[in-house]
């Protein structure tokens, strides 16, 4: 029995942080395809550009990478300029010695300077919808759209499972692939235990978004959410999107946490969002 529990659980977070990495493969691919670096910080952060148009920064969910993207590049790019990033510490962007939301959220702010970029749009999913938040928080002249994608504003608002399974990640218990997946394309692939607990530690904060924020983003806001999401309850996704001044709620139905793989049903929807006046 106790070798079944454990066997779930890795099989729960397979399906949060990997199923990008196994669905809807593509014969680009997304995170290893010639892209670009920044030197912010004395850090080099990679990222990847597609499409021409509105620029649309993607930031990914926590552990990932680009390649969370993948289902969702082809169709938008034929749209807008897909401005697709490895955070800091993940993919092929260079570790940093701690991670937490607003540190994030301040390297997007630097790429957006770096970049000499005057407005943008983001869609983030999961981590990425909570940083693509908090930078809307600090740079609110220059952030025009957020599509927040299965994101939350604090670890207690999660499930049960949910917050039961970022208390017990380690090293020991993500599935094999997750390291080889690391050292394969981090720059760093030694701080490969090092990433995943401050992973932990930046999960673990008692707030990843104060709730006083929401009432002051100017952004336009779509918060989008699976009605099946294993990890965040239907009603925290409702309490952000009444606490937001200016925002829509979507609720996709028959979908979990990773709510970009189903790219029939939110490439449409994210298109329209993004391109309406």
């Not at 892209?35 to 930031?59: S, W």
């Not at 993919?91 to 301040?106: H, K, M, P, T, V």
């Not at 599509?147 to 608002?157: E, H, M, N, R, T």
Request: proline share 6%.
């Amino acid at each position: 029995m106790m070798k079944m529990k454990k066997f779930m659980n890795k099989i729960v977070i397979f399906l949060l942080f990997a199923s990008t990495q196994i669905f809807g493969q593509s014969h680009i691919e997304y995170g290893s395809n010639q892209g670009k670096y920044l030197e912010l910080d004395n850090t080099r952060i990679y990222y990847e550009e597609y499409g021409n148009g509105d620029p649309v920064f993607l930031l990914h969910g926590g552990m990932g990478s680009i390649s969370n993207f993948k289902r969702l590049i082809p169709d938008l790019s034929k749209h807008f300029k897909l401005i697709a990033i490895d955070s800091p510490g993940h993919g092929r962007s260079e570790s940093i010695d701690s991670l937490s939301y607003n540190i994030l959220a301040e390297y997007v702010v630097q790429i957006v300077d770096k970049l000499k970029l005057d407005k943008i749009h983001i869609i983030g999913y999961s981590d990425g919808a909570v940083v693509g938040m908090l930078a809307a928080n600090m740079m609110p002249e220059r952030i025009d759209k957020l599509v927040f994608g299965a994101g939350a504003l604090k670890p207690s608002a999660s499930t049960p499972a949910g917050l039961k399974m970022l208390q017990n990640i380690s090293p020991e218990t993500l599935p094999e692939e997750f390291a080889t997946s690391y050292k394969n394309i981090s720059p760093n692939p030694d701080h490969w235990e090092d990433f995943v607990y401050n992973s932990k530690e930046m999960w673990l904060q008692d707030i990843w978004i104060p709730l006083e924020i929401l009432p002051k983003i100017k952004s336009k806001v779509l918060v989008l959410f699976g009605d099946r999401d294993q990890f965040i309850p239907l009603n925290h996704s409702i309490d952000i999107y009444n606490n937001l001044p200016n925002s829509e709620l979507c609720v996709l139905p028959n979908m979990y946490h990773d709510i970009f793989n189903n790219s029939k049903t939110t490439n449409p929807i994210l298109i329209k969002f993004l391109s309406e006046n």
